[in-house]
Nanobody, 117 residues
């Protein structure tokens, strides 16, 4: 059974930074495409950043240049470094893992990020 657990959320002032982490257990992490999504109140869940097994990355236009996605295969971990945070970045952030070439995706329960002064 694949388990996905996020951590690292919290309250931060505008302009500040946070680093989210996600641990994926129960399978071979190296085989998974991974991504961060977020969902703000009253809005649909959206892709923030994705990182495929071949190293290709994809970012939402709204976070390009501010957020960096990375993975540590040895630790089965995914990270999201978020800099220059804005109030519009406030949302619940979810980690997603999907075995490359497969449709089955696994989600964590999310971690709250609040950007406010």
């Amino acid at each position: 059974q694949v388990q996905v657990v996020e951590s690292g959320g919290g309250l931060v002032q505008p302009g500040g930074s946070l680093r989210l982490s996600c641990l994926v257990s129960g399978s071979i992490f190296n085989f998974y495409d991974v991504a961060w999504y977020r969902q703000a109140p009253g809005k649909e869940r959206e892709l923030v950043a994705g990182l495929a097994t071949d190293g290709k990355t994809k970012y939402a236009d709204s976070v390009q240049g501010r957020f960096t996605i990375s993975r540590d295969n040895a630790a089965s971990a995914l990270h999201l470094q978020m800099n220059s945070l804005k109030p519009d970045d406030t949302a619940v952030y979810y980690c997603n893992a999907r075995m490359s070439g497969h449709s089955q995706a696994y989600w964590g329960h999310g971690t709250q990020v609040t950007v406010s002064s």
